[in-house]
C-alpha cells in the first residue's frame, strides 16, 4: 500500500451508465467482497445496470473483460494473484496486466485493474474492503472506471471529422 497520493473520489455520478464487473473464482471470500464492493459503488453513482462474470483464474480475466466492454460503459476486473515459490506469479501478472490494458485501447471501453498483486493473504485481506481492511480495491476500482468512462464521454463528441 502506497498510502499516499490517492485521489479524493468517493462516487461519481455515473446515472444511466452500465458496468461490466468480472471476477475471479480463486481466493473466493477474498473475491466475492471485492465483487459486492464493486457493485455497491455502482449502485451508489446511479448506474443503470451492473453485468455480472465470473471465471476461474486471474488468465482468464482478460477475455471475458473483453466480452463485457464491447456490451458496457465500464469494465472492471477483479481477482488475487499471490506470489508463490515460482516465477509463474510473474507471468499471470504480466498476461493479466497487459491483457486488460489492451481490451480498453481495443475497444476503447475503460477497463480497472482491481487485481490484487501480492505477497500474502493478509496483505490482500487488507485491500478487499472488509470493515478491518486498509483499503477498498473492489469501490476503487468501480469508481475509477466509471469516472474513465465519463471522461471518455466529455472528450468524444460525434460530429464531422477535423
Given at each position: ?10 462516487t ?8 461490466g464487473?468480472?471476477?475471479?473464482r ?14 455497491e459503488?455502482?449502485?451508489?453513482s ?18 471475458v473483460?473483453q466480452a463485457?466492454?464491447r456490451?458496457c460503459d465500464a ?6 494473484v499471490?506470489?508463490?515459490e ?17 481490451v480498453a ?6 477497463v ?11 496483505q ?11 483499503e ?8 475509477a472506471?466509471?469516472?474513465a468512462?465519463l471522461?471518455?464521454?466529455?472528450v ?7
Open positions: 500500500m502506497a498510502g499516499f497520493g490517492e485521489p479524493e473520489l468517493s461519481v455520478d455515473a446515472r444511466g451508465l452500465v458496468l464487473v468480472v471476477a475471479t480463486w481466493y473466493a471470500e477474498l473475491t466475492e467482497q471485492m465483487l459486492a464492493r464493486a457493485v459503488a455502482a449502485v451508489t446511479g448506474v443503470a445496470d451492473v453485468v455480472t462474470a465470473r471465471v476461474v483464474g486471474a488468465v482468464e480475466l482478460p477475455v473483460a463485457l466492454a456490451r469494465v472492471v476486473a477483479l481477482g488475487v499471490v506470489r508463490g515460482t516465477a509463474h506469479f510473474e507471468h499471470v501478472c504480466r498476461v493479466v496486466t497487459d491483457g486488460l490494458g489492451r485501447l481495443d475497444t476503447g471501453t475503460p480497472a485493474h482491481g487485481v490484487l498483486t501480492v505477497d500474502t493473504l493478509e490482500a485481506h487488507q485491500r478487499a474492503g472488509f470493515a478491518d481492511s486498509a477498498d480495491k473492489g469501490w476503487g476500482a468501480a469508481i472506471a466509471l469516472d468512462a471522461a471518455v464521454r466529455s468524444w463528441q460525434p460530429g464531422p471529422a477535423r
